[in-house]
């Protein structure tokens, strides 16, 4: 097909603008033009080649449509011919042309009029294409009067303006693909062979293409129509408006074939009808849904045409089944961690380098679970990084990978979750022993997680899910919440407390929905889901007594299924262990029990609350405040912020946190907790014994000692041992 106009095209209009002018000379009563009467056959069409020959061939065009479609571009571009319309037609603006007016000015006999009608039905070469528009909505009109318009679309190409409506991408056979497939050989040469047969045997092919978003589809798609000699036309129906997609689908058609491509109909599931469901019966319960039909529509587009059609889809339709026996399924798996790493390092070959030596592209493959696309945008990104900071740099380090990698995640997490800044560190914490060897191990899980189950086969011999969950228990200020953040900065990923106003919903079926999204989202972006006092949600299942406790029961095993198919990893964190089902404690790979902490640990948390920068008095006995407030680390931090303002608020300005402050902060915090305490500070006694300015305050009580160090008992059991970090831990 040639990309420049076509010249010859310009002298079919001068002979289409001779007969207008024959036309209007003869309604004028004078003489007729010099030029002969416009004829075109075949050869002329083929001699002459061009968009016009490309055209007739791609759609199998008879003679009459070529004229027909030329006689409507010089509709288009042709002043004359609005002259001639206009008086043919009496009206007074530009309309469109009728049927008996291209009939005149093709100088047609009236026996070959039927034949023009026929290229204009609705299932004629030119309507069925989308090559021209026909307004025949009024059934009382007569055929003569029947009125039709060449597609904006055609009369640009065929003027030598090749503009592709915004809704479509054209991928051309040309366009590199990685070297990597993401389906089996197998699968692909199945596919191959059963599009061949197809156009031997002149009859349609579907092929449907079944994964989640993100995984590969339209990458599997192009290779394809690779396969089969052609390049890729895409265009997405998602959002198409209802009375919109069969003019679409239409249009998409006609340009796929004008680029000899195959087309590809993505996200087709969005214009499907949905299961009808019946009244429901008391006594027995809803009855089954409907069974669903396949719209008239799709039906025509997948019959009609003889050329091979690709739709893709998160989940398989059955409703394709309903068009015939030439349907192809494929489904498409997320790309595994290896299978990202080759699409790494094919990306990184194209740009015209590597990686440097050391970097694990597993490892980076793992951490972010990319697209292909975004691998390929990955890589030009880590290019660009490496190039800014050393320009004689010719391989990209593991830093400036991660950097792009983070740049290209996309997720909707935000609108049912909010994003947990992970500014802790190991050394922030003060946790029991057991639980810190806990986390060793779960971080372990994480980043070798790959190692076991793909290299060691464990993932193929015993189907586990490759998820890791943990369940944070114990009382409130322990730790739990921070515990999760340290998972987050050790494992460089982003971490989201789901936000249960957003999640839960009053409408049956909405909270599922809305779980469902949290998931999917998370494990596209590969974030941490962080389920906050998830006894709210993943609380006991009960009898089934009314409607309500089926719904709410559903809730709990919608979530059971979807937390042993999820692959990423998720934190629970609970007040209230007992109350979580147990179905799920059974489903989770580790279970962290956070105590409050005792003398010594209270005492390292005092410590640890300060910030460097903050000033403070060298008089502050931590050992002593650790064993007078019986406090949990939250406590203790607003007890410590409570002292810092109380040092910044002094009148002289010049105060620094002392311990007189920290154990005023300490008392009023205890109090606010509902603990009974003996106060041990002046200051306060004194406050509280003068309410009234100028009374003399009390004497000083004696000063209390300190209380001797907690002595358990150990027949009742040893409580865990508390251990301060007091240096940070490697990545590694």
Request: aromatic share 6%; charged share 25%; net charge negative.
């Amino acid at each position: 097909m040639q990309n420049s106009p076509d010249d010859q095209i310009f002298t079919y209009m001068a002979r289409i603008r001779a007969a207008a002018e024959r036309l209007l000379q003869g309604q004028q009563g004078n003489g007729a033009s010099a030029l002969p009467p416009f004829e075109l056959t075949e050869q002329d069409v083929a001699t002459a080649g061009g968009r016009l020959a490309w055209l007739g061939a791609r759609f199998n065009l008879p003679e009459l449509a070529l004229k027909t479609l030329i006689c409507l571009l010089a509709a288009e571009y042709e002043p004359v011919l609005r002259i001639v319309i206009r008086q043919a037609q009496r009206e007074i603006g530009r309309p469109w042309p009728e049927l008996g007016t291209l009939a005149e000015l093709l100088e047609l006999e009236t026996r070959r009029i039927p034949e023009l009608a026929d290229l204009l039905a609705p299932h004629g070469p030119l309507r069925r294409s989308a090559l021209v528009l026909v307004d025949d909505s009024d059934s009382e009109t007569p055929l003569i009067n029947t009125r039709v318009k060449l597609a904006a679309r055609i009369a640009q190409y065929l003027v030598g303006k090749d503009v592709l409506p915004g809704h479509m991408q054209l991928r051309p056979a040309t366009f590199p693909l990685p070297a990597r497939s993401l389906v089996s050989e197998q699968v692909r040469d199945r596919i191959k062979a059963r599009g061949l047969q197809a156009l031997l045997a002149r009859e349609p092919i579907v092929v449907e293409i079944v994964g989640a978003p993100g995984s590969g589809r339209r990458l599997f798609a192009e290779e394809v129509a690779r396969s089969l000699g052609h390049g890729l036309l895409v265009v997405d129906i998602g959002a198409t408006p209802p009375d919109q997609v069969e003019e679409t689908l239409a249009a998409a058609r006609r340009e796929a074939c004008l680029a000899d491509a195959v087309l590809c109909v993505a996200n087709w599931e969005a214009h499907l009808p949905h299961p009808t469901p019946r009244p429901e019966d008391p006594e027995h319960g809803p009855p089954p849904s409907r069974p669903r039909q396949l719209p008239s529509f799709w039906r025509r587009f997948f019959t009609e045409g003889e050329e091979t059609v690709i739709v893709t889809a998160e989940e398989r339709e059955g409703l394709l089944d309903q068009v015939g026996p030439a349907i192809v399924h494929v489904s498409v798996p997320f790309p595994t961690p290896s299978q990202r790493a080759e699409l790494f390092a094919e990306a990184l070959a194209r740009a015209g380098s590597t990686a440097e030596p050391g970097v694990d592209l597993v490892a980076v493959a793992r951490r972010f679970a990319l697209t292909p696309a975004r691998i390929e945008a990955a890589a030009r990104g880590a290019l660009e990084l490496a190039a800014e900071r050393d320009p004689d740099r010719e391989r990209v380090s593991a830093t400036d990978l991660t950097e792009a990698c983070r740049h290209q995640l996309r997720h909707d997490l935000q609108s049912l979750a909010s994003r947990v800044t992970a500014s802790h560190k190991w050394e922030d914490l003060v946790i029991p022993v057991d639980v810190y060897h806990a986390m060793r191990e779960m971080v372990a899980y994480v980043k070798h997680g790959q190692r076991v189950y793909d290299e060691w086969g464990f993932g193929a011999r015993h189907s586990l899910a490759q998820g890791v969950s943990a369940l944070f228990a114990g009382p409130p200020g322990t730790g739990k919440t921070m515990c999760a953040s340290v998972m987050a900065r050790e494992l460089d990923m982003e971490l989201f407390r789901v936000d249960l106003s957003r999640v839960v919903s009053k409408w049956i079926g909405e909270t599922e929905k809305n779980l469902a999204k949290v998931f999917d989202e998370a494990q596209r972006s590969n974030a941490i889901i962080l389920f906050d006092e998830a006894d709210a949600l993943f609380a006991k299942r009960t009898e089934v007594k009314s409607s309500v406790d089926r719904y709410a029961n559903l809730e709990v095993n919608f979530l059971l299924q979807r937390m042993e198919a999820f692959s990423g990893v998720t934190i629970l964190t609970t007040n209230f262990e007992d109350t979580i089902d147990t179905a799920f404690k059974r489903r989770l790979t580790f279970r962290m029990r956070f105590e409050k902490p005792d003398a010594t640990a209270r005492a390292a948390l005092w410590r640890k609350v300060f910030p460097e920068n903050c000033q403070r008095a060298g008089d502050i006995d931590y050992e002593r405040l650790g064993q007078m407030y019986e406090m949990s680390g939250g406590n203790i931090r607003n007890a410590a912020l409570r002292a810092a303002f109380l040092a910044a608020a002094d009148e002289k300005g010049n105060r620094i946190v002392d311990m007189e402050l920290c154990m005023l902060a300490a008392e009023r915090e205890c109090r606010e907790m509902g603990l009974l305490i003996r106060s041990a500070t002046p200051a306060e006694l004194t406050a509280e014994a003068a309410p009234f300015v100028g009374e003399a305050p009390p004497p000083r009580p004696a000063p209390v000692p300190a209380p001797a160090p907690e002595v358990f008992d150990k027949s009742a059991g040893t409580p865990p041992r508390m251990i301060p970090i007091s240096h940070p831990r490697k990545r590694g």
